[in-house]
Nanobody, 124 residues
């Protein structure tokens, strides 16, 4: 059974940084389209970042472009999301996801496999 387990969330002040990790089992991260999406209370899910198969092209939501970086640690079969210059509006539950295809950033939330999420809270 495929599992994606997120970690690294927490509470930080605005301007701070966090690095989220997503440990994958039963799939090889580099062979799938991998991404992160988030959901804040009362809001729709938002695709944050996506990385194409083999650690290829990356795409980001306009709201995080220049501040967040998605990457893979193939040796540990792990996906990362480095988040810098965090803002209160980044507060949300963050989820890792894996899929066969990368149709769009918006589709990340509907990928075949998704983790349970890790909470990120940014205070002003």
């Amino acid at each position: 059974q495929v599992q994606l387990v997120e970690s690294g969330g927490g509470s930080v002040q605005a301007g701070g940084s966090l690095r989220l990790s997503c440990a994958a089992s039963r799939i090889t991260v580099s062979r799938y389209c991998m991404g992160w999406f988030r959901q804040a209370p009362g809001k729709e899910r938002e695709g944050v970042a996506v990385m194409h198969v083999g650690g290829g092209s990356t795409y980001y939501a306009d709201s995080v472009k220049g501040r967040f970086t998605i990457s893979q640690g193939d040796a540990k079969n792990t996906l990362y999301l480095q988040m810098n210059s965090l803002k209160p509006e980044d507060t949300a539950m963050y989820y890792c996801a894996a899929g066969w295809f990368c149709p769009s950033l918006r589709a990340v939330a509907d990928f075949t496999w998704r983790g349970q999420g890790t909470q990120v809270t940014v205070s002003s």
